[in-house]
């Protein structure tokens, strides 16, 4: 039986933050890129309580706690600014919305 | 911990977050986050960090996930049945296999070895004597609460209807 070491997880962490970069990179639903920068942080707090779990110290997972408060006021703003977006032009495309793009 | 586990949880965990990125109708991308959101709580369940498992399905499925719920049904999108254009994702596709190939290398290249197995550090009583300690986490956890209040007031600022206009 293989022993699974902290090596396997900072593989599924970069799998994971991998997925979520490619679609913060190119979708085009505001709603979409909000949960694919959900999946990179998710990706990042695996790295952080791995290490805090093999290491035996805890300090990592108070971080990861702070990142999840910190995503939940992400998402919340996000949320927020989507709606007022939608609310001003109608739609929430992102190649659309280019009022203030240079 | 018992490799076969680890290999489903993680199994399910990439494969609900491609279908995040890669399903066509909005609200089908909100449910695979929420399976990909409990699968990565179970990663914590293995790693014995049961405090975060529990923090992860409380916030992100019971909160978050409500949110972007809310979210997809009050911005009526126009783009839930068109398939991306192939000249957007190309550089996206470059970019984010630059970056997994580099960290791979970099992952590969080092010796985890001296790391042991999921030690059982401990819980909620250890987190909490963390948190609450004066010469440890108290101030950061004091400033979360600050930023937690300041993002409720500019969520509710920006969602008025004044604020649109």
Redesign the interface.
Known sequence: ????????????S??????????M????????L???I??ML?AV??NL???????????G??F???T??????????G??????L???FG???LRKISKMRW | ???IV?SII?AI??LS??G??SSQR?MH??LS?AV??LS?AA??AI???E??AV??VL??TG??IV??L???M??R???QLKR?QPS??K???A???I??IG??FY?VGNN??S?????V??SVK??GM??FNVKK?VI??EI?SL??L???V??????R?E???
Do not use: C, H
């Not at chain 2, 790391?115 to 030690?119: C, E, F, M, N, Q």
């Not at chain 2, 500019?154 to 969602?159: D, E, P």
């Open positions: 039986m293989i022993e699974v070491t902290v090596f396997y997880y900072l593989v599924l970069v799998i994971i933050f991998s997925i979520g970069a490619y679609g990179l190119s979708s085009k639903n505001g709603v979409r909000l949960m694919s959900e999946i998710n707090n695996i309580v791995a290490f805090s779990s093999f290491q035996g110290n805890l300090t997972q108070v990861a706690a702070f999840i408060a910190i995503a939940a006021a992400e998402a919340t703003v949320l927020a600014i989507l709606l007022a939608y609310r001003s739609t929430v495309n | 911990m018992n490799i680890f993680s965990t990439i977050a491609i995040v990125i909005i991308s909100v986050l990909m959101l990565v990663v914590y790693l014995n960090a405090f975060l923090i992860q916030v992100y909160g978050v949110l972007l809310f979210a997809t009050l911005t999108s126009d783009l991306e957007d994702i550089p996206a596709v970019a984010a296999s970056f997994a960290l791979l992952i985890w070895k790391l042991k197995g999921p030690a550090v401990g250890n987190i963390l948190i986490d950061p956890f979360i930023v937690l300041a993002a409720m500019g969520a509710i600022f920006l969602g209807k604020a649109g206009q």
